[in-house]
C-alpha cells in the first residue's frame, strides 16, 4: 500500500516572527537558540545516495552545515566535519549524530582563515576515509555594519578569508583528490544578487562565490568534477545573533520574505544531498536558490 505523505503549509511548518532570541557572542552556538533550529535531526530520511562516498562540510558543526552533514550520513557517506575550536558542543551533538547511522565521522577543529590549517582538513579527510569526493565550502563570517566607515580592514580581511580565500585553499588541495563524478558545493546567498546595506562586505564576498562556482564548474566538468552553489535566504541559525544582524533585526527575521519566516537548516539537507549525489549528474555550475520566495536572477 502506497502511503499519501501529508501536505504541509509551508507557511506554518515552522515558527513565524516574532522572535524572542538576542544577540550572541561569535561565533554563535545552535544550542543557545530560541526556538531551537531544526537540522532534520527527526526528520531526515535517507535511502543510500550517497553509500560509500566521503565527504567534507566546513561549518559542519550548527546551521546549514549541520544539516547537509546529518543528511549525508543518513545517505551512507563518512562525514568530516570543520568547526572553530569554541563550537566543540555544536560539533559533538553532529558527530554523534553521523557515527549513529554507522558510518565514519571525524572532527576537525581549527581556523580556516589560516592557508595551512585550510589546506590540512582536505588531507586529514583523505587519511581518515581514504579518499574525498564531497567537499561543502560552508563556513561563513556575516558581521553587520550600517556604514562602510565601521567595517575595519581587520573585519575585512576575516570576511574574506573566511569566505572566500578559504574556499579557494580546501578546493585546490581537494582536486588533487577528488575522482571523476565528485561534487563541490558552495554555500552563497541571496546577498549575492539583493545585498542588503548593512553586508557590503559579506555581500561582496557571496557575489565572488558564485562567480567562483561557475568558472571552476567550466574548468572541472572535463575531468568530471561538478561544481555547484546553494544560495540560502533568511535561515535560523547562529550566524544571525552572532553579530549577522543588528539586534534589532532578529525579531522580525524572516518576516520580509514570501513565506513570512526564516527557513529551518532541515529544508536544505536534501539540497546538498541532490547536488552531491547522481542525481545531479547534469547539473553543473548552477546555483540553487533557497530561499522562502526572494527573487534571485
Ligand atoms: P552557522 O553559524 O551555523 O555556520 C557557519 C559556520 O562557519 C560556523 O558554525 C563555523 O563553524 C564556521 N566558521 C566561521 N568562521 C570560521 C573560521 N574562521 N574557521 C573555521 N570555521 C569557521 O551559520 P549558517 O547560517 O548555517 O552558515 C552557513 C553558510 O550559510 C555560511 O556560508 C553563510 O554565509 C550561509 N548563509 C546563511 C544564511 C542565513 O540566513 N543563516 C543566509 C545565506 C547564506
Ligand atoms: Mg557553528
Redesign the pocket.
Known sequence: MTVTPELIDPTTRYPQPEFDQGAQPG??Q?WGMDPTPDHGEESYRGSGKLTGRRALV??G??????AAAIAFAREGADVAI???PE?QQ?ADAVIALIEKEGVKALALP????DEAFATSLVTKTVEAFGGIDVLVN?????QARESILDISSEQFD?TFK??VY?MFWITKEAVKHLPAGSSIIN?????AYQPSPTLVD?AST?ATINAFTKALAAQLAEKGIRVNAV??????????P?G?QPESALPTFGGQTPLGR?GQ?AEYGAAYVYLASNDSSYTTGSTLSITGGMPTP
Open positions: 561565533p554563535g545552535a566546513t561549518g558543526d550548527s546551521g546549514i552545515g549541520r570543520s568547526y572553530l563550537e555544536d581549527g581556523d580556516i582563515t560552508n563556513a561563513g563570517k556575516q576575516e573566511t569566505n578559504a554555500t552563497t546567498s541571496v546577498q559579506y557571496k544560495a540560502p535566504g533568511p535561515v535560523w541559525t547562529p550566524l544571525q552572532a549577522g526564516p537548516p
